[in-house]
């Protein structure tokens, strides 16, 4: 005797299946998105035809990506892809030795730092800190580019969502180096609520004494250091 799928059942079994077809985008996606970085990577490096030159070994002298870059005299990295690997610096993860750690200065109240990049100018080496709203609606910034010895005082400056690769605008050259502190916070996505107060509890565990309650607005800031400045004058 066939079974008679009521309405609801129906409903459920299409609702797994669209969750089925949801995951599986999803994993073509992120294949996708892996694939591109890739072919990126090999059409910059194919600007250098002699990144592929192979030495009297035989052995090709291609770098492996994606991978661990291993620095080599005669086979420099290419420029930007050095963006595409960054350095992971989560709350109380090593960083490499002689690489200035500013994770506990660059912390502001109503604000979780998300990473800071270097970048060479014609004025100098000079350093920039991103950050998300710690409480509210997720509000990205970055400070303006400053100098090692400015940097430990870096604030908001202006909206962005540059920290995932160092880069504002079209064309920008990549830093020379990118360090994640929180890059889970990184896209606004639906559970980045969870993620902030997940952050937040291992910077507390660490010792941070920042106020992340504070619900910070770029707006508010810039008013009140305009104020202090005509107070101060």
Not at 12 to 31: F, G
Not at 52 to 63: L, T
Not at 80 to 101: E, H, I, N, V
């Amino acid at each position: 005797m066939k079974k008679t799928l009521n309405t609801l059942e129906i409903a459920a079994a299409l609702t797994d299946q669209v969750s089925r077809l949801e995951s599986q985008i999803k994993i073509i996606n992120n294949k996708l998105g892996k694939l591109n970085q890739d072919l990126d990577v090999l059409e910059r490096r194919s600007a250098n035809p002699g990144l592929f030159d192979k030495p009297a070994g035989g052995k090709s002298n291609i770098i492996p990506f994606p991978g661990s870059y291993q620095p080599q005299s005669h086979n420099p990295m290419p420029k930007r892809s050095r963006a595409l690997l960054p350095f992971l610096a989560a709350p109380g993860k090593a960083l490499p030795p002689g690489m200035p750690d500013f994770r506990s200065v660059l912390q502001r109240d109503g604000l979780i730092l998300l990473a800071w990049d270097k970048r060479k100018t014609e004025m100098g080496e000079r350093y920039t800190a991103y950050w998300v709203t710690s409480a509210g609606i997720a509000r990205f910034y970055a400070s303006k580019p400053l100098a090692l010895k400015e940097f430990s005082y870096a604030r908001p400056d202006h909206k962005s969502y540059a920290a995932e690769d160092g880069i504002e605008f079209y064309g920008q050259d990549a830093p020379a180096y990118i360090v994640h502190v929180a890059p889970e916070l990184m896209m606004n996505n639906p559970r980045h609520g969870e993620l902030r107060l997940s952050h937040i509890s291992e910077l507390k565990l660490m010792g941070s004494k920042v106020d992340f309650n504070y619900k910070y607005l770029l707006k508010t800031d810039k008013n009140q250091e305009s104020r202090s400045h005509r107070a101060g004058a």
